[in-house]
């Protein structure tokens, strides 16, 4: 029902830029929130942002708290996130993610089982 497609990503080096987007259909994007989330070779998957649908509340794993920002465009239903000064740490592939939960705007986001639909995931790798 719901389909995301993602792209963005790519190689670069530590204090590179990156900035991801995810395009969203088959689902009133508008009413659900969306995060992103990143599994590096061996890892669990793990949290990296989530928005809310009115943009009013974001969250951050505090890795990259003042590096990376997500932010959405609710006529063009893209969620994107802006990452700045990559460090090799977050070499990971990243999905997006859809919320299962209309209006949902709580710190809950940034637990993985709030969401329902994922993208395929896009590679990116930082090196130093």
């Known amino acids: 029902q719901v389909q995301l497609v993602e792209s963005g990503g790519g190689a670069v080096q530590a204090g590179d830029s990156l900035r991801l987007s995810c395009a969203a259909s088959?689902?009133?994007?508008?009413?659900?929130?969306m995060a992103w989330f990143r599994q590096a070779a061996g890892k669990e998957r793990e949290f990296v942002a989530a928005?809310?649908?009115?943009?009013?509340?974001?969250y951050y794993r505090d890795s990259v708290k003042g590096r990376f920002t997500i932010s959405r465009d609710n006529v063009n239903n893209t969620v994107y996130l802006q990452m700045n000064d990559l460090k090799p740490e977050d070499t990971a592939v990243y999905y997006c993610?859809?919320?299962?939960?209309?209006?949902?705007?709580?710190?809950?986001?940034?637990?993985?089982?709030?969401?329902?639909?994922w993208g395929q995931g896009t590679q990116v790798t930082v090196s130093s």
């Open positions: 993610a859809c919320g299962k939960t209309p209006w949902q705007s709580t710190i809950t986001l940034q637990n993985r089982n709030e969401y329902n639909y």
């Open positions: 928005i809310n649908y009115s943009s009013r509340n974001k």
């Open positions: 088959g689902r009133t994007f508008s009413r659900f929130p």
